[in-house]
């Protein structure tokens, strides 16, 4: 949008993850050249690609990346590599989103008036991607997600406006959780299950008409993405239980999709409670997604490993790698010791850290409206979680296409509350003979814009003090 706005001809080419990878690949600058492309603008990737730069020197290209993962030694020798975490680059904002580095780019091209007139719909962009690349919305990306929130609320793109509204979300309650377990994912399943032309294609149409078919798409492309999901959590988990005692959990197979494999990482995570990696075998190569906790930076464990991998890249909590299959069992050996040493030998105990005790009294609307003020929440910024004692759980039944998540009322006070809990569908029985339990929760709104908790964490009234020993935090009484 920033270069159409400056009168270039430029188009988009987004690598198909499933044929190409991630990234720049001399394939893809071969065929822009040859297409007549004189400039090319990489986003959120490129920092790695040396050969790949050298390569469009010599197709007389001028390759300008933009990226914000971390660098390695050498730098490509591009044009003009644009990154907050490149050695003596005075930027503060090392931990920008890659969506945030491009818009830095747009507004110097654009020049202060030009980005003004502008720049509702390049932030609203901007927060979509941001919140969806899962970084610290904090400093600037908690700047520019915010100021993108209230842009998409006062004038949503017309592909945005579609996707909400298909999706299901009040349009003027889109917030982080919203992009990140909503809108997101259905943005992301194009990519994930062929290619991200139709999710494109919504992020820059101004046709009512096709937005709204695009959205459908994307809307049947996120269904069969939750069906391939289950499929490769269901055989991970059954592979992950063979290596019950492993420091990362670390498993592979050749029926699983390349575009699936993070989001059952991600699963094993919250399963295990330690860094998971999940690896799509196709032939004699593996590609692999991985997904830690606090403590284990994956990519700097990754570069620990680079005699034994293709290629790899990533952030602290995120990365992904391509290895040769017969290299699997000793890059399993060596990341499980990487681990073990980064944990000092000490197994992660997942807790949830509590803010603040809260009295029944005080959780209220109003109590939500003030919370609010702290959005937008996700990675690296939270929401609050509250203890509350003794509350009434009623009307809980099992939600989602497995199940696995529970709905219920919740009683606090004089006040009553749906609630959500996710990943916690087993544990309907036991909540409906409880009857009254002690839950760690935060408040928000939810997809109609009316206040809802999500049980973080509950058990029998009584169970607070362990939550308390467990969340290690002094956290405050909050007492009316």
């Known amino acids: 949008r920033a270069f159409r706005q400056l009168g270039a001809a430029v188009a988009a080419y987004i690598p198909n993850r499933y044929e190409e990878g991630y990234g720049i690949n001399p394939g893809a600058l071969r065929q822009l050249a040859s297409d007549g492309a004189k400039v090319i603008v990489s986003v959120d990737c490129g920092v790695t690609a040396v050969k790949e730069a050298a390569l469009a020197r010599e197709l007389g290209v001028d390759l300008i990346v933009t990226d914000h993962h971390h660098p390695p030694p050498d730098l490509p020798q591009a044009y003009a590599v644009v990154n907050p975490?490149?050695?003596?680059d005075p930027s503060p904002d090392k931990d920008l989103a890659g969506a945030g580095v491009a818009l830095v780019l747009a507004k110097r091209l654009l020049g202060e008036l030009s980005f003004a007139l502008r720049q509702d719909e390049l932030l609203q962009l901007c927060a979509l991607a941001t919140v969806a690349d899962v970084v610290p919305l904090l400093a600037r990306n908690r700047v520019l997600t915010r100021a993108g929130l209230e842009a998409l609320s006062r004038a949503?793109?017309?592909?945005?406006r579609a996707l909400v509204e298909r999706s299901g979300v009040k349009l003027g309650s889109v917030g982080a959780g919203e992009i990140g377990f909503v809108l997101g994912p259905r943005l992301n399943a194009a990519g994930r299950i062929t290619d991200a032309e139709d999710a494109l294609r919504l992020l820059l149409t101004e046709d009512a008409a096709e937005a709204k078919e695009l959205a459908e798409r994307l809307e049947q492309r996120n269904a069969e993405r939750q069906e391939l999901t289950r499929q490769v959590v269901a055989g991970a988990r059954e592979r992950a239980a063979e290596r019950a005692d492993a420091w990362v959990t670390i498993v592979a197979d050749a029926q699983w999709p390349a575009g699936i494999v993070g989001l059952g990482a991600s699963r094993l995570v919250e399963d295990y409670g330690r860094p998971a990696i999940v690896i799509a075998i196709d032939g004699d190569e593996g590609k692999g997604s991985c997904r830690s906790i606090a403590g284990v930076h994956i990519a700097e464990a990754l570069a620990d490993c680079d005699d034994l991998l293709i290629k790899h890249g990533g952030h602290a909590m995120a990365a992904g790698f391509s290895v040769a299959v017969s290299r699997i069992p000793e890059l399993t050996q060596r990341l499980d010791?990487?681990?073990?040493?980064?944990?000092?030998?000490v197994r992660p105990v997942p807790t949830i850290r509590v803010d603040a005790e809260i009295a029944p009294e005080l959780l209220t609307a109003k109590l939500a409206v003030e919370l609010a003020s702290l959005e937008p929440c996700g990675a690296g910024n939270p929401r609050p979680h509250l203890l509350v004692r003794d509350v009434r759980?009623?009307?809980?039944?099992?939600?989602?296409?497995?199940?696995?998540?529970?709905?219920?009322?919740?009683?606090?006070?004089?006040?009553?509350?749906?609630?959500?809990?996710?990943?916690?569908?087993?544990?309907?029985e036991a909540m409906t003979d409880a009857g009254r339990v002690d839950a760690v929760v935060t408040i928000g709104s939810g997809l109609r814009g009316f206040v809802e908790l999500e049980l973080r964490d509950f058990g029998p009234v009584g169970t607070a003090a362990e939550m308390e020993r467990l969340s290690r935090s002094g956290a405050p009484v909050l007492v009316s």
């Open 156 to 160: 949503p793109l017309v592909g945005v």
């Open 85 to 88: 975490r490149r050695p003596g």
């Open 337 to 345: 010791a990487i681990v073990r040493e980064r944990l000092q030998g």
């Open 393 to 428: 759980v009623y009307d809980i039944r099992q939600v989602g296409a497995d199940a696995d998540h529970l709905r219920c009322k919740v009683t606090v006070g004089r006040f009553t509350f749906d609630a959500m809990a996710f990943r916690r569908g087993d544990h309907a």
